[in-house]
């Protein structure tokens, strides 16, 4: 349930007039009177005799206490309820009963028997609109100081008394909701979401793994959004305000919007201290870290240095204890899903502007982001800009799996950390992320995997058994769930790929089960491919085996101890 403030305003008949008319979409049905100060207010809605003017006269009969200087001009208080669309539909009496505590929460009608006048106006089965007049009947004025900080505590415990949907406690961080005049605006004009909306992804965007502030403005610009910047004498950007070309007021000027407006985090000041940079050398965060291979393509390079970052933030996340380096590991994961967004293939790219869009409010708390111990993940959000889109196939397609794989780890562990710290709606958003990202990563590995797990197939039965033993032998308590799975295939050939590279399968299925537990996963066999695969620099993309591959080498062969390494080319025989 949530309780919405709205601006005070100086007209109750104005509002009277828009609470009970019929809207701008025809959606307002029997509009009505559920309760008010007395019980006894005229109801223009129901009875014929009845006008708005009555009730407007009677809730600003206190003014009338007062001189005519001593009035507030802004004299009327206004508060929407809203139930959650999975609740059920509430009956007139108990959106009385949620009026009256509504009210009392806030200070508007205390129960002390000089409280001001207000009703309560139901005009559609999910939400009521409480109108109140802010001067009381003994003529002081209301204590409704942080009035919508008490009505959300009060939504709370409503919540819980009628067995309604829970809305987790916000922190005030949030970033300013759509009102329904832009909601309106948005479905006249035919637009997907409200310029707000719009504009606040596409600035996000624009952040992710941005490095200056020309840069970040430069991309506004590109993105075709218009710009306007307030400059200091010195020459410095002082900040920034946006625009969608077609959002125009009546004068046929464009509506803009500063960027703290947007979002707490999106003022300029902030998003410059994303650009501090890291006196450590990039990668040192993972020991793995392999260079780039020249055989891959951007998109799929970039997409593999993002798993490698991504996967060191896991770790920060799980072990580390300084909480301003993990807020900024979160804050930066969310650049990365604002990069991956806007460059993943068509059949993925729905779900990961869904998991950005969620993971937006887990990026943002009350707790100071170091971004100096972030700029890892950073510089993989500018990589997998620079780099352009990937067309989903192929090495980047397999690349997007890995990658995504790594980024379920990292909304799970986000999640985990916001919950332990109570940050509720930022925990919620990560867990909302991760079920995002599990749905993209299950249409970018489709093809890679199945591809994988045809191969491991076609190895010869013994050193499938050989492969088998060594699962037995590095995770004995998970070895019969993974046999068992589909992506044991996969698994299979991601070792017999290792083996041939000069690794030790055993020790690295050790190491890569030790990294961070693997009970919870959905199928721990594809994770430990995609892990095998990172920390083994293997291609992430395993074409068909060519007529000499590790299936048509003899068993003797195939055990025998490597000596080439993963850059090593391969000795001529004797």
């Not at 295939?489 to 990294?515: C, F, N, V, Y």
């Amino acid at each position: 349930m949530i309780p919405s403030i709205h601006r005070q305003g100086n007209s109750t008949l104005g509002l009277l007039h828009y609470l009970y008319g019929k809207g701008t979409h025809e959606e307002r049905v029997d509009p009505h009177l559920v309760a008010s100060f007395d019980h006894m207010a005229p109801d223009p809605g129901r009875d014929p005799a009845a006008t708005k003017k009555d009730l407007a006269h009677l809730l600003d009969q206190p003014l009338h206490l007062l001189d005519a200087d001593q009035r507030p001009e802004q004299h009327v208080w206004h508060c929407s309820v809203r139930a959650a669309p999975d609740d059920p539909i509430l009956t007139d009496e108990q959106w009385a009963d949620i009026a009256r505590r509504i009210v009392a929460a806030t200070g508007i009608d205390p129960g002390d028997g000089a409280g001001c006048r207000w009703a309560a106006v139901r005009h559609a089965d999910d939400h009521i609109h409480i109108i109140a007049t802010l001067v009381r009947e003994d003529g002081r004025r209301p204590d409704h100081h942080r009035s919508g900080k008490r009505a959300q505590a009060e939504a709370r415990l409503i919540e819980a008394d009628y067995d309604l949907h829970r809305v987790a406690p916000g922190d005030g961080t949030a970033a300013k909701r759509t009102t329904s005049a832009e909601r309106h605006k948005a479905d006249r004009l035919g637009w997907d979401r409200a310029a707000r909306e719009e504009l606040r992804e596409t600035v996000r965007r624009a952040v992710a793994g941005a490095t200056s502030t020309d840069e970040f403005l430069e991309r506004l610009k590109d993105a075709g959004l218009l710009v306007r910047t307030r400059v200091l004498p010195s020459g410095d950007v002082k900040g920034y305000n946006v625009a969608l070309p077609g959002d125009r007021n009546r004068d046929k000027e464009p509506i803009y919007y500063a960027g703290s407006t947007l979002a707490p985090d999106l003022s300029l000041p902030r998003i410059q201290a994303r650009f501090t940079t890291d006196s450590t050398p990039p990668g040192t965060a993972d020991s793995e870290r392999p260079e780039r291979s020249t055989a891959s393509s951007a998109p799929a390079a970039a997409r593999r240095t993002t798993a490698h970052a991504a996967w060191a933030a896991v770790l920060v996340l799980d072990h580390n204890s300084d909480d301003g380096a993990s807020a900024a590991q979160i804050a930066a994961t969310g650049e990365v899903l604002d990069a991956l967004a806007k460059t993943s293939a068509l059949h993925t790219r729905n779900e990961l502007r869904q998991a950005a869009w969620e993971f937006e409010r887990a990026s943002r708390s009350h707790t100071r982001a170091e971004f100096r111990h972030a700029q890892d993940l950073r510089r993989s959000a500018r990589d997998l800009v620079n780099s352009g889109p990937a067309f989903g196939r192929g090495e980047d397609g397999a690349g997007t799996a890995m990658v995504l794989d790594t980024l379920v780890f990292l909304a799970i562990a986000a999640a985990h950390w916001h919950a332990q710290r109570q940050h509720a709606q930022q925990a919620e958003a990560a867990r909302r992320a991760a079920a995002h990202l599990r749905a993209a990563y299950e249409q970018a590995a489709a093809e890679p995997l199945t591809v994988l797990r045809e191969r491991g197939r076609r190895i010869v039965p013994s050193l499938r058994h050989h492969h088998a033993t060594t699962v037995r032998a590095a995770l004995p308590d998970l070895a019969e769930s993974i046999l068992a799975e589909p992506g044991w295939d996969a698994l299979a050939a991601t070792l017999a790929d290792a083996t041939q590279a000069g690794h030790k399968p055993q020790a690295l299925l050790a190491e890569a089960a030790s990294r961070r537990e693997l009970g919870t996963a959905d199928s721990i066999s594809d994770v430990l491919v995609w892990r095998l695969r990172r920390m083994a620099g293997l291609p992430a993309y395993a074409l068909a085996p060519e007529p000499t591959p590790v299936n048509r080498l003899t068993d003797r062969q195939a055990m025998a101890p490597r000596l080439a390494t993963p850059s090593a080319s391969r000795a001529p025989r004797r």
